[in-house]
């Protein structure tokens, strides 16, 4: 499977790794998620080149996931903001924060500490059943054809 082709496949983590799967990219969603939404913001924390930070935001607005919006008109400079298809990406980042914290923090512990606030409490991200809301593992879940997708053999074989 080729880099360009994974658009096509019929698999959504093919699909969504075509649109994020970069690491800048990544980094640039973290970013976001943290209150990052200037070019120069986000050039100067990842230090790498404009071209690069132009890039990956040119692919997060054309795929829906930030949108420009102006906040000064002479000359006319705008900021990235998530879209609610960017929000929707924030379990995915916490996984992936809660995946390094796990096993790459050092003894201190991770860098930062997520705190839900709505009860103040520090929290470590989980999975669960959106209908028994039980905690969900990998060996908790099965998967199925769903018979509206059609031909599904380049992913189950």
Known sequence: MKWNELPNEPCSVARTVAVIGDRWTLMILRDCFLGVRRFEDFERRLGISRSIVADRLKRLVDEGVLQ??????????????LTDKGLA????????????????????GPPLIHRHKACGCDFAPVTTCSECHAPLGARDVEFRPNPAAGDLRPILS
């Open 68 to 81: 420009r919006e102006p906040y000064q008109q002479r000359p006319v400079r705008h900021e990235y903001r």
């Open 89 to 108: 990406l924030h379990p995915v980042v916490l996984a992936i924060v809660h995946w390094g914290d796990s096993y790459y923090a050092g003894p201190e």
